[in-house]
């Protein structure tokens, strides 16, 4: 006789681990309600602190940016786009990336579209928001982030991540902002552009999610290799010691 668990085998399996939400999505096949309880488990699962041990030429990363309507969800602004690349170590691998134009429900201003080349229509074509934060987290699965300027990406995604799923972003989030601060403290200008012109890395595509990940990924290599020649860390934990200052 078959077993009847067979059928539900998503189910049994959530509930046996106690999480009683997936175990509920999925008898529902609700894909939306899926997609919840997918987030939900990425997001419990992250910092551990074995990772730390990590050396740096070994790293397994994903460098992502995220192209929005402005500069304050606070005030009703979205995310439009995700980029990301992995990167391993100092090598990037650039036929493992991402990007999606998201559907977040607003109006893209003009002036957005004239920045990004994102414009209305696609937006109104694109798939929702729960659907590019799921993709994104498949790709991403348990890496460390990477992000420029990470605060604002980390808010957005917080932001978006509270309103489809009521989860914060429990990932590791490394920004190379800080990193350029840290290993070129005189440098008057830690802007993207600015640090690719001292890196003499060429600037391509600018404001295009995917893009500006590939260059920030290229940034990322270049000082991780830095921050190893200088003997200032050798494991994602030396890194998070010579980020903290002390």
Request: aromatic share 8%; net charge negative; with cysteine.
């Amino acid at each position: 006789m078959r077993d009847p668990r067979e059928s539900g085998a998503g189910f049994w399996r959530s509930l046996r681990m106690g999480d009683i939400n997936s175990a509920i999505a999925s008898m529902k096949g609700n894909p939306s309600a899926q997609q919840i309880a997918y987030i939900r488990s990425q997001m419990r699962e992250q910092r551990r602190p074995e990772m730390l041990g990590t050396p740096l030429n070994q790293l397994e990363t994903v460098v992502f940016d995220l192209e929005t309507t402005g500069f304050s969800h606070q005030h009703g602004d979205e995310i439009l786009s995700i980029g990301a690349v992995r990167t391993n170590g100092t090598k990037i691998i650039e036929d493992e990336c991402f990007y999606m134009i998201v559907n977040s429900g607003v109006s893209v201003p003009e002036h957005i579209t004239g920045l990004t080349g994102i414009s209305q229509p696609m937006v109104d074509a694109a798939a929702p928001l729960m659907d590019g934060l799921h993709d994104f987290m498949v790709f991403v699965e348990g890496k460390v982030l990477v992000a420029h300027a990470a605060g604002h990406d980390r808010a957005f995604l917080n932001a978006a991540l509270w309103k489809t799923s009521k989860v914060r972003l429990t990932h590791r989030l490394l920004d190379t902002m800080m990193l350029a601060q840290h290993l070129f403290p005189s440098y008057p200008d830690y802007s993207l552009n600015e640090l690719l012109r001292r890196g003499n890395i060429p600037i391509e595509g600018r404001h295009h999610a995917l893009c500006d990940a590939v260059m920030t990924a290229k940034l990322w290599a270049t000082y991780l290799e830095e921050v190893q020649r200088r003997g200032h860390a050798e494991t994602l934990g030396d890194l998070y010691v010579y980020l903290s200052g002390t």
